[in-house]
């Protein structure tokens, strides 16, 4: 008779203890991958960005989500609870007073300040809601139609937003592609801001990387001769070969990310064709070629993070593309920065960089 099965060797005629082993194994192999994203709690730009898409689209189950990770406090609850009363996102509204009340009646660290800031908040509400008819334009919209900003001071700011992790938008000249792209520096990727990347984008995925890393992972041209009408550098395609499944994922476009910028990570440990579209920036950056591409490596560059960033180009719900000022709007909703190509030119050659 054969010896009675176990957890390493599966019963030989019952399937489930296959499916149960193979679970078991594959488990192991997702958990010793080098790049693996560890359980974690959710940084705090993945959080805000997390909140305001739930807002947008009166999402509760994903802002129950990201309360649970780690964010329940009053403080949060009360920030988050202003945008959705600004955004009429009814639902929402209800969940965040329901947190907020609750923390407030369980929690002795909630100040009298505080408590007296909600009951404004709700007021001022609800007599905005009476009086506004939407007509006028609020003073936050006024101020930035007639403010007019310093390029130096403004590529500044970008800079620190991506050195902090944050998304910047960045506009190339309308006589070119007329477009804005969402950057971010590719080491301060997570799986959260991926999906953002990927709800309000076209959904291809570029990665701008210097000529040398594209030697290192030995990404050859997509095509021989490129036609495309800016000479987009396209490079083969790829996917992270460990611990990621088909490759398409927010989780598993991250990893591959992730991997890109790892100074570990050999040619071999990709496949091609794949999910993500590395690009092959110029040496000079935006002053030798002034594109998008280029401008996702200057930027991490400039702000003393590795020279990668992540980019793809924003688009309007019905398909469109994004132009001036559905791109202010956009940058606006969700409290990022806009840029432009030109002013990035600009602070080079001021800076002598």
Do not use: W
Request: proline share 5%.
């Amino acid at each position: 008779f054969p010896p009675p099965p176990s957890p390493s060797r599966p019963h030989p005629l019952r399937p489930s203890c296959h499916r149960r082993h193979y679970r078991r194994r594959r488990r192991t192999e997702l958990s010793s991958s080098p790049f693996a994203v560890p359980a974690r709690k959710m940084d705090a730009e993945s959080a805000r960005l997390a909140i305001a898409d739930a807002l947008e689209h009166d999402d509760v189950k994903t802002l129950k989500k990201v309360f649970e990770n780690g964010r329940r406090t009053f403080d949060a609850a009360l920030a988050a609870l202003m945008r959705a009363i600004q955004a009429k996102s009814s639902k929402c509204v209800k969940f965040l007073l329901d947190t907020a009340l609750d923390i407030m009646k369980k929690s002795a660290d909630v100040t009298m300040e505080q408590k007296n800031e909600l009951t404004s908040m709700l007021s001022s509400a609800i007599s905005s809601t009476r009086d506004h008819d939407g007509s006028a334009p609020t003073s936050t919209e006024a101020k930035m139609e007639n403010k007019k900003i310093d390029a130096i001071a403004n590529v500044e700011g970008a800079l620190e937003d991506v050195k902090a992790g944050k998304f910047v938008i960045v506009q190339d000249a309308a006589s070119r592609e007329n477009e804005g792209d969402l950057i971010i520096a590719a080491e301060k990727v997570t799986p959260e801001k991926m999906a953002f990347m990927v709800n309000y984008t076209s959904g291809i995925i570029c990665v701008g990387i210097t000529s040398g890393r594209c030697e290192e992972l030995e990404l050859p041209q997509m095509v021989v001769r490129n036609t495309e009408s800016h000479g987009t550098a396209f490079t083969v395609s790829i996917d992270y070969k460990h611990g990621t499944s088909t490759g398409i994922s927010a989780a598993d476009r991250t990893k591959t990310i992730l991997a890109m910028v790892d100074g570990g990570a050999k040619p071999e440990d990709f496949a091609r064709p794949g999910h993500i579209f590395p690009l092959r920036a110029k040496s000079g950056g935006v002053l030798e070629r002034p594109g998008h591409t280029e401008t996702s490596v200057d930027l991490p560059r400039l702000a003393g993070l590795k020279p990668a960033g992540v980019m793809s180009e924003i688009v309007n719900r019905d398909g469109s593309m994004s132009r001036t000022g559905e791109l202010k709007a956009f940058a606006e909703r969700f409290n990022l920065r806009m840029i432009t190509i030109e002013e990035i030119i600009e602070y080079r050659r001021e800076k002598n960089l």
